[in-house]
């Protein structure tokens, strides 16, 4: 059955949709940075998950789990906070959770004003080994990133990626973010 219709028109129910444009490929330049980027972040999240794996057994994400716990009013945070603060799926986060549980280093508690909520809890053990631990994983980060970098290149590389993040990070509701998912 032929569904067009017939006097060369579209119908009034359907406007016409522009064409794709041809994607915009990135410059020589461009392609060098954007490369070079990548090559860099994913050399000192290695970097920085291997010391912190040697030096306490956990994984670059777990630490900073734990940082944002400690500084955290009465070391606490809802687990939809935390997942937020960290950009990882509320899945990603309970397992998370679970494994830093299984060490001691964090505990569950059920929200009192809301019974599906829960809060992650920084347990003593778990700041001891924060305690212990951070010494060598600011070294790990002054040695891997700001010891390469002049004073002005820091300033300008925290610039960027404060620009970065602001552009990335959806303020509408409805948003696509890891955390509500």
């Given at each position: 059955?032929?569904?067009?219709?017939?006097?060369?028109?579209?119908?009034?129910?359907?406007?016409?949709?522009?064409?794709?444009?041809?994607?915009?490929?990135?410059?020589?330049?461009?392609?060098?940075?954007?490369?070079?980027?990548?090559?860099?972040?994913?050399?000192?999240?290695?970097?920085?998950?291997?010391?912190?794996?040697?030096?306490?057994?956990?994984?670059?994400?777990?630490?900073?789990?734990?940082?944002?716990?400690a500084?955290?009013?009465?070391?606490?945070?809802?687990?939809?906070?935390?997942?937020?603060?960290?950009?990882?799926?509320?899945?990603?986060?309970?397992?998370?959770?679970?494994?830093?549980?299984?060490?001691?280093?964090?505990?569950?508690?059920?929200?009192?004003?809301?019974?599906?909520?829960?809060?992650?809890?920084?347990?003593?053990?778990?700041?001891?080994?924060?305690?212990?631990?951070?010494p060598?994983?600011?070294?790990?980060?002054?040695?891997?990133?700001?010891?390469?970098?002049?004073?002005?290149?820091?300033?300008?590389?925290?610039?960027i990626?404060?620009?970065?993040?602001?552009?990335?990070?959806?303020?509408?509701?409805?948003?696509?973010?890891?955390?509500?998912?």
């Amino acid at each position: 059955m032929n569904t067009a219709p017939s006097s060369g028109s579209t119908p009034a129910s359907a406007p016409e949709q522009p064409a794709p444009a041809a994607p915009r490929w990135l410059t020589a330049d461009e392609q060098r940075v954007w490369r070079a980027y990548l090559h860099a972040t994913t050399l000192l999240e290695d970097h920085l998950d291997r010391q912190l794996q040697r030096d306490a057994g956990m994984p670059h994400i777990y630490y900073g789990l734990l940082v944002k716990l400690a500084e955290s009013p009465r070391r606490r945070l809802r687990m939809t906070e935390l997942a937020m603060h960290a950009k990882i799926t509320r899945s990603r986060l309970s397992h998370a959770v679970a494994r830093l549980e299984k060490n001691g280093w964090v505990r569950r508690e059920d929200c009192p004003s809301d019974k599906r909520g829960q809060f992650a809890v920084l347990t003593d053990e778990g700041r001891e080994v924060l305690r212990r631990t951070a010494p060598g994983h600011v070294d790990a980060v002054r040695q891997a990133l700001f010891a390469r970098l002049t004073p002005e290149q820091q300033k300008s590389l925290g610039e960027i990626m404060q620009i970065v993040a602001e552009g990335l990070q959806p303020n509408e509701a409805g948003a696509d973010l890891p955390w509500l998912r």
